[in-house]
């Protein structure tokens, strides 16, 4: 039997330090890459990849056990970034997870109508996601066309048991008619219902932050 043993000298032992903070390094590094290709696959945005919250732990958590939750306040208190927050632990726990909002939405379906393909085509990837978030409702152009799909995607999630995160400026009175603005009322209020069934409310309040150059 031959044995050895690292040499013990001072330039050996700092070449084998610094070859493995090296390692090390690029471990972390693709470990960081692999995250990150994750989070883009979710719809996460680059704005939000990094993004953190002190509440975000207690929804994805609840998200988990099949709640939503229902995010509402006044334009730039940092509801997508909370949202993001949720998803970005999410996929660290190995749900899947589509951050979209009803206006991209909107816009695939309408890509079909040129051969793209199909409107349930469109609706099944939203179906078959653990978690979809969506950002912003109410934003989209109220219209009877609009409202029919919404409630598609909504009463899909709600139908299958399925959670939904919603970001919205609009409480649920304000958000039913933001809705039935243009459209129907009966179907709003349907879509409102259901958001609430499912839903755990979460209300931001304060300033615009992006007006008063805060963070998000």
Same mark, same amino acid.
């Given at each position: 039997?031959?044995?050895?043993?690292?040499?013990?000298?001072?330039?050996? @032992?700092?070449?084998?330090? &610094?070859?493995?903070?090296?390692?090390?390094?690029? *471990?972390?590094?693709?470990?960081?890459?692999?995250?990150?290709?994750?989070?883009?696959?979710?719809?996460?945005?680059?704005?939000?990849?990094?993004?953190?919250?002190?509440?975000?732990?207690?929804?994805?958590? *609840? @998200?988990?056990?099949?709640?939503?939750?229902?995010?509402?306040?006044?334009?730039?208190?940092?509801?997508?970034?909370?949202?993001?927050?949720?998803?970005?632990?999410?996929?660290?726990?190995?749900? #899947?997870?589509?951050?979209?909002?009803?206006?991209? @939405?909107?816009?695939?379906?309408?890509?079909?109508?040129?051969?793209?393909?199909?409107?349930?085509?469109?609706?099944?990837?939203?179906?078959?996601?653990?978690?979809?978030?969506?950002?912003?409702?109410?934003?989209? #152009?109220?219209?009877?066309?609009?409202?029919?799909?919404?409630?598609?995607?909504?009463?899909?999630?709600?139908?299958?048991?399925?959670?939904?995160?919603?970001?919205?400026?609009?409480?649920?009175?304000?958000?039913?008619?933001?809705?039935?603005?243009?459209?129907? &009322?009966?179907?709003?209020?349907?879509?409102? #219902?259901?958001?609430?069934?499912?839903?755990?409310?979460?209300?931001?309040?304060? *300033?615009?932050?992006?007006?008063?150059?805060?963070?998000?």
């Amino acid at each position: 039997f031959c044995g050895w043993k690292p040499c013990g000298c001072p330039g050996a @032992v700092a070449e084998r330090d &610094e070859r493995s903070r090296l390692e090390a390094r690029a *471990k972390a590094e693709e470990a960081a890459a692999k995250r990150r290709r994750a989070y883009e696959r979710a719809g996460i945005k680059p704005r939000f990849m990094t993004a953190a919250s002190p509440m975000a732990e207690g929804i994805a958590a *609840k @998200v988990e056990q099949g709640r939503g939750a229902y995010i509402c306040g006044p334009v730039g208190t940092g509801k997508t970034h909370l949202a993001s927050a949720v998803a970005r632990l999410l996929v660290d726990g190995g749900t #899947s997870v589509r951050v979209t909002d009803m206006l991209g @939405v909107l816009a695939a379906i309408k890509g079909t109508y040129c051969g793209d393909g199909t409107e349930d085509g469109v609706l099944s990837r939203l179906s078959r996601v653990g978690c979809l978030v969506l950002d912003d409702l109410g934003k989209e #152009s109220p219209t009877d066309w609009t409202l029919g799909q919404v409630f598609r995607v909504v009463n899909d999630r709600y139908e299958n048991m399925r959670p939904v995160i919603v970001t919205t400026q609009y409480g649920k009175s304000d958000l039913i008619r933001r809705l039935a603005k243009n459209g129907d &009322e009966e179907t709003a209020v349907a879509i409102v #219902s259901r958001l609430s069934e499912m839903c755990d409310k979460y209300e931001l309040q304060g *300033k615009d932050r992006r007006l008063s150059n805060g963070k998000r």
